[in-house]
């Protein structure tokens, strides 16, 4: 059975950091893309990065690039998400999830989802 389990969020000040981590098992994930989507109150999800498990291309949506880093360990089967000069407009539900499509997963669409983390950002 294969689970993403998101941690890390919270409540932070503007222009503070967070870190997501998402933690991936029931199946190797080489050849997926991991990604990173968040929900917005009232707001339809959004991709917001992505990487490759095996190679580590990463590709991020323009409102979080500079600001916002993908990153994955091997070793710990796990995906982050390093979020620097958080904005109030990041306030969301982030969820984790994989695609056996690197271009699939920018569209929204995926195999495996987590359950999500909130993430509040007060300005």
């Known amino acids: 059975q294969v689970q993403l389990v998101e941690s890390g969020g919270g409540l932070v000040q503007a222009g503070g950091s967070l870190r997501l981590s998402c933690i991936a098992s029931?199946?190797?994930?080489?050849?997926?893309?991991m990604g990173w989507f968040r929900q917005a109150p009232g707001k339809e999800r959004e991709f917001v990065a992505r990487?490759?498990?095996?190679?580590?291309?990463?590709y991020y949506t323009d409102s979080v690039k500079g600001r916002f880093t993908i990153s994955r360990d091997y070793t710990k089967n796990t995906v982050y998400l390093q979020m620097n000069n958080m904005k109030s407009e990041d306030t969301a539900v982030y969820y984790c999830?994989?695609?056996?499509?690197?271009?699939?997963?920018?569209?929204?669409?995926?195999?495996?989802w987590g359950q999500g983390t909130q993430v509040t950002v007060s300005s």
């Open positions: 999830a994989s695609s056996r499509s690197a271009g699939s997963i920018v569209s929204g669409q995926a195999d495996y």
């Open positions: 029931g199946r190797t994930f080489s050849g997926y893309t």
């Open positions: 990487i490759t498990w095996d190679y580590g291309n990463v």
